[in-house]
């Protein structure tokens, strides 16, 4: 079992930044990919980031590509979300998720977080 903590999440203004983290525990000495997703009020939950096991490949979904940057460092055993130019329509609560077998944008991760809202006021 591997148990995820979001936080991060806050109100902030259109163009403002936020990094968002992830920390995970329980067994986290196994290998497993990680991704962070959203759900926005009256939508279905959507993919955002993913990222390996090692960090060393990474997929972004077409909305955030060039504005938010998915990152780990399996010392902490925490993956982060850096998120720059917020606009309106990227609030939404944002979960973490992790999966020792899959690795990708769908939504077929085994371990999820509670979620962290994030407000971007225009």
């Known amino acids: 079992q591997v148990q995820l903590v979001e936080s991060g999440g806050g109100l902030v203004q259109a163009g403002d930044s936020l990094r968002l983290s992830c920390a995970a525990s329980?067994?986290?000495?196994?290998?497993?990919?990680m991704g962070w997703f959203r759900q926005a009020p009256g939508k279905e939950r959507e993919s955002v980031a993913a990222?390996?096991?090692?960090?060393?490949?990474?997929l972004y979904a077409h909305s955030v590509k060039g504005r938010f940057t998915i990152s780990r460092d399996n010392a902490k055993n925490t993956m982060y979300l850096q998120m720059n130019s917020l606009k309106a329509e990227d609030t939404a609560v944002y979960y973490c998720?992790?999966?020792?077998?899959?690795?990708?944008?769908?939504?077929?991760?085994?371990?999820w977080g509670q979620g962290t809202q994030v407000t971007v006021s225009s």
């Open positions: 998720a992790a999966d020792t077998s899959y690795y990708g944008l769908g939504d077929h991760y085994d371990y």
């Open positions: 990222i390996s096991w090692n960090g060393d490949d990474t």
């Open positions: 329980g067994r986290t000495s196994s290998s497993y990919a």
